[in-house]
């Protein structure tokens, strides 16, 4: 399967059974042995590797059990903003100031010539 995007659930599901199966083996733990470290029962160990789903929680026991919690690594992972990104958030920001008027630098000009004000 070259594209997950493209498979459906049950072949997601019976992947990531296949790997957990995969991944008890390598440890050499029975199904019962996971189940017991897991604290889930057999049957629900047997769901999780023949891909008939089980609930996030239960997998991820299954997951801390088989030290391979690196599996949902990819959902925590900080977006990178591109250099273009990077830019347009800092104009953004830079727009977003607070903007003041400028002082008056010559003070001859907010009167008249008898002294009167401008207005």
């Known amino acids: 399967m070259a594209d997950i995007k ?3 659930d049950s072949e997601v ?3 990531i ?3 957990v199966k995969e991944w008890r083996l390598e ?3 029975s199904q019962k042995e996971l189940s017991e470290k897991a604290q889930l029962s057999s049957l629900t160990i047997q769901q999780v590797e023949y891909g008939k789903g089980t609930s996030v929680r239960n997998l991820l026991h299954v997951l801390r059990v088989l030290d391979r919690l690196d ?3 990819l959902f925590f992972q900080e977006k990178q903003l591109s250099p273009v990104e990077y830019e347009r958030m800092m104009k953004i920001h830079s727009d977003n ?3 003041r008027a400028s002082s008056k630098k010559n003070k001859e000009y907010d009167t008249d010539t ?3 004000p401008l207005w």
């Open 114 to 116: 008898d002294n009167a």
């Open 17 to 19: 059974g296949q790997k």
């Open 13 to 15: 599901l019976t992947r």
């Open 97 to 99: 100031e607070r903007k």
């Open 27 to 29: 440890m050499n733990l």
């Open 6 to 8: 493209w498979a459906s």
């Open 71 to 73: 599996f949902f690594e």
